[in-house]
């Protein structure tokens, strides 16, 4: 992630935090599904705030051992794809701690 990302308070923090399950930025939001007692890792949801629409999911992948993000026949903007990369990058920093 460059600087820029780093930088930017709405991706770090969000609207409402990762620990109360909902995670706002300017374009998505981020809701944590209710954990399945099998899983370990948690699942989002994500959710577009211009049309209401759920785009995809992150989840964990184990094959490739990270979160990732599972979505549909899609068309991101750079700055929904940014909002995205930075979750991904929370969670894992979340997952490390």
């Given amino acids: ?6 930088d ?3 991706l770090l923090k969000g609207e409402g935090g990762m620990t109360q399950g909902v995670f706002k930025t300017k374009l998505l939001t981020f809701t ?3 954990l399945e007692a099998e899983r370990k890792t948690s699942r989002w949801s994500v959710w577009n705030h211009h ?3 759920k785009l995809g999911e ?3 992948y184990a094959p490739w051992k990270q979160y990732c993000f599972f979505g549909g026949d899609l068309i991101f903007s750079r700055g929904c794809l940014e909002d995205i990369a930075q979750m991904l990058a929370n969670l894992a920093q979340e997952r490390l701690e």
Avoid: D, Q, V
Wanted: hydrophobic share 30%; glycine share 12%; charged share 40%.
């Fill in 32 to 34: 944590r599904l209710s």
């Fill in 8 to 10: 930017r308070p709405s």
């Fill in 58 to 60: 992150i989840r964990w």
């Fill in 51 to 53: 049309y209401g629409e």
């Fill in 1 to 6: 992630m460059g600087k820029e990302l780093r």
